[in-house]
């Protein structure tokens, strides 16, 4: 198949009187080869039904068809909406292997297929939540790989300890194993962006525990983060007593400091210190003790 190159890109915005909107991270993929190395990347087999956020013209819609046996493409933009299978049709595909859904991505809660795959090009300002949005509603999705603006990415893999980690790496390895894939040049977009990109592949695991587990476990790394230079018997203390959390009888402080100390977590250490395994320790530390659940 021919995928879409930088002077069609431009004939088919023309044509939709269309100028990339910064607000909603339009900046289009004209290059075939980074969209092929994307599909590639992503793991994308014969079998899988890909799941596609932001499509915009179609460059990266036409490598997954290459390979996938459906896609399922989600566009807020009605006018990309509505373009996107005459686009595919004129590329040779008939168009019944992909679904358009007209949507914000985050507004999507269910969908008529499973999807096993994620690739998208994501806007840059709501990276993150549309990627751990579709974590959590579709666990049909087992692999994956987003391009991100670079500072997200790194945020995305980076490791407990560093400047980096922080909320995004925490949550999303609730779901799934983070892995680097290489930068992105910003000559492959139009109109060039002003951020560099990277490429982020992920692998789902087992989920580490039950949904109010999660729920616990995310409320923990939120309120630990809020106060990200505090250690966490501070941190966790000030969230518990602003919340109102309680039960034994004791201060904030005080039952942050049991719920550490049952789980064996240093209680002078700061949240970046912690994996997630460790805030699902806190968090059952604290169903032991008879809070909240």
Same mark, same amino acid.
Not at 48 to 69: C, F, M, R, V, W
Not at 97 to 105: P, T, Y
Not at 165 to 174: E, L
């Given at each position: 198949?021919?995928?879409?190159?930088?002077?069609?890109?431009?004939?088919? #915005?023309?044509?939709?009187?269309?100028?990339?909107?910064?607000?909603?991270? /339009?900046?289009?993929?004209?290059?075939?080869? =980074?969209?092929?190395? =994307? !599909?590639?990347?992503?793991? !994308?087999e #014969?079998?899988?039904?890909?799941?596609?956020?932001?499509?915009?013209?179609?460059?990266?819609?036409?490598? +997954?068809?290459?390979?996938?046996?459906? *896609?399922?493409?989600?566009? =807020?933009d009605?006018?990309?909406?509505?373009?996107?299978?005459?686009? *595919? #049709?004129?590329?040779?595909?008939?168009?019944k292997?992909?679904?358009?859904? @007209?949507?914000?991505?985050l507004?999507?809660?269910?969908?008529?297929?499973?999807?096993?795959?994620?690739?998208a @090009?994501?806007?840059?300002?709501?990276?993150?939540?549309?990627?751990?949005?579709?974590?959590?509603?579709?666990?049909?999705?087992?692999?994956? +790989?987003?391009?991100? /603006?670079?500072? !997200?990415?790194?945020?995305?893999?980076?490791?407990?300890?560093?400047?980096e980690?922080?909320?995004?790496?925490?949550?999303?390895?609730?779901w799934?194993?983070?892995?680097?894939?290489?930068?992105?040049?910003?000559? *492959?977009?139009?109109?060039?962006?002003?951020?560099?990109?990277?490429?982020?592949?992920? /692998?789902?695991?087992?989920?580490?525990?039950?949904?109010?587990?999660?729920?616990?476990?995310? #409320?923990?790394?939120?309120?630990?983060?809020?106060?990200?230079?505090?250690? +966490?018997?501070?941190?966790?203390?000030?969230?518990?007593?602003?919340?109102?959390?309680?039960? *034994?009888?004791?201060?904030?402080?005080?039952?942050?400091?049991?719920?550490?100390?049952?789980?064996?977590?240093?209680?002078? +250490?700061?949240?970046?210190?912690?994996?997630?395994?460790?805030?699902?320790?806190?968090?059952?530390?604290?169903?032991?003790?008879?809070?909240?659940?």
């Open positions: 198949m021919i995928l879409l190159g930088a002077a069609e890109i431009r004939s088919l #915005a023309a044509g939709l009187d269309l100028n990339p909107a910064k607000a909603l991270g /339009q900046n289009f993929v004209h290059d075939a080869n =980074i969209c092929r190395k =994307i !599909v590639r990347l992503a793991g !994308v #014969a079998s899988d039904i890909a799941l596609e956020i932001g499509p915009g013209l179609g460059s990266l819609t036409l490598a +997954l068809l290459e390979i996938a046996s459906q *896609v399922v493409a989600i566009e =807020i009605s006018r990309l909406a509505i373009q996107l299978p005459i686009t *595919v #049709a004129a590329h040779g595909e008939n168009g292997r992909l679904s358009v859904i @007209n949507r914000d991505a507004a999507v809660y269910e969908l008529s297929t499973k999807p096993t795959v994620f690739v @090009n994501l806007p840059y300002n709501i990276s993150v939540p549309v990627l751990l949005h579709y974590l959590e509603r579709f666990a049909s999705i087992q692999k994956g +790989l987003v391009m991100v /603006q670079a500072e !997200v990415a790194d945020r995305l893999v980076a490791k407990p300890g560093t400047k980690y922080g909320i995004p790496t925490a949550k999303a390895a609730w799934v194993t983070t892995s680097s894939a290489g930068a992105v040049s910003r000559s *492959v977009f139009w109109p060039v962006p002003n951020v560099d990109s990277k490429l982020v592949a992920f /692998q789902r695991h087992q989920a580490l525990g039950s949904e109010v587990m999660r729920k616990w476990t995310f #409320a923990l790394i939120d309120a630990a983060f809020a106060q990200r230079r505090k250690m +966490l018997r501070s941190a966790l203390g000030s969230w518990f007593e602003s919340a109102k959390i309680s039960g *034994v009888g004791v201060s904030g402080s005080a039952l942050a400091q049991a719920a550490l100390t049952k789980a064996g977590i240093d209680s002078t +250490l700061r949240g970046e210190a912690l994996v997630i395994e460790d805030y699902l320790a806190i968090a059952r530390a604290l169903q032991e003790l008879g809070i909240g659940f």
